[in-house]
């Protein structure tokens, strides 16, 4: 009868004490963030399925999609204008580069501020802009190796954000200030400098698919 009450104990105590190991076990670690493009946007999408994604995003037509080759690099980079992209900051402008040989995607930018809209953009709303990704992009589980936050860039523009994910790919988070708009004339006045932020998300920062001249071409 001992032995009974007390295997019936046992039999008591066990699933209660993996109850109480299981609270408190440390939680997994968090899934790394995955730099796979701009919303529907994907990389490694061909150009047809970048404009459907562009106008399930954006819900803009056909017409309102702008293609330009870029003349240095030879990409196909594919353009719209958008509003409510970030709130407070007006107008983004945001580029989809197709790779030079794959001609599929590889590289996302958005940009506002100087050189988006015609009329000189305010300082405070181009900076919230940039500090509410700022602060999205410090709170995602990006690698430890490549992240850099509020550091100086050779320019003077401010990299307020990078990272990096598994597979190399980049989000890098700039802000600065430029000319604008540029002078007509080289004996002009100057223009006043005027706020500029961008975010890049790259497929591959350290080898992009761009035109290159090869070893003996040239």
Do not use: C, H
Not at 88 to 98: D, F, N, P, Q, S
């Amino acid at each position: 009868m001992r032995r009974r009450a007390f295997l019936a104990g046992v039999a008591l105590w066990a699933p209660v004490a993996a109850a109480a190991q299981a609270q408190t076990a440390a939680p997994a670690a968090p899934k790394p963030y995955q730099v796979e493009g701009f919303r529907s946007a994907k990389f490694g999408m061909t150009e047809a399925e970048v404009r459907r994604a562009i106008q399930l995003d954006f819900n803009v037509r056909e017409s309102a999609i702008t293609r330009e080759t870029n003349p240095t690099e030879l990409t196909t980079v594919l353009i719209i204008s958008a509003q409510d992209v970030l709130p407070e900051v007006g107008k983004v402008r945001i580029a989809y580069t197709l790779g030079y040989q794959s001609r599929k995607l590889m590289q996302v930018v958005l940009a506002w501020g100087a050189g988006v809209s015609d009329t000189a953009p305010g300082t405070t709303s181009v900076l919230a802009g940039a500090k509410l990704l700022q602060t999205y992009f410090l709170a995602q589980p990006f690698l430890t190796e490549g992240r850099v936050v509020n550091s100086q860039m050779a320019d003077g523009s401010s990299l307020l954000f990078q990272g990096l994910d598994e597979k190399g790919r980049l989000v890098q988070l700039v802000y600065g200030q430029i000319p604008w708009p540029p002078p007509k004339k080289p004996e002009e006045k100057p223009p006043p400098r005027v706020p500029f932020a961008r975010v890049v998300y790259s497929e591959d920062p350290t080898n992009p698919d761009i035109f290159r001249i090869k070893k003996g071409q040239f």
